[in-house]
């Protein structure tokens, strides 16, 4: 039985490949997973067809609304949920 598109269905347990595109910063194609700042992995089944494509970038922005630093206001806003377990805590033991 085959699937909508008229190919048979993948097998669970069928080889598949990956193809592997990174870049860096620069715009630059390379090796390094680490330096990547874009890329796509694409997955083939065991006819060559892709099976599933995953694309990524990082990108760094800053919050013009944010006057400190992001990692800053999470460590803020870990403490202040931190004090409203606590609190929450202290209430139902009283």
């Known amino acids: ?24 910063a620069e715009g630059q194609a390379t090796d390094d997973p680490s330096a990547a700042v874009r890329g796509e992995i694409v997955e083939y089944d065991a006819h060559g067809r892709p099976r599933r494509r995953t694309r990524f970038f990082l990108d760094e922005r800053d919050l ?16 202040v949920l931190m004090v409203i377990w606590l609190v929450i805590g202290l209430v139902l033991l009283t």
């Open 64 to 79: 013009p609304w944010l006057p400190v630093s992001e990692p800053a206001f999470l460590v803020w806003v870990l403490i």
């Open 1 to 24: 039985m085959g699937s909508a598109e008229g190919h048979p269905p993948l097998m669970p347990g069928a080889p598949s490949s990956r193809a592997v595109v990174y870049t860096d």
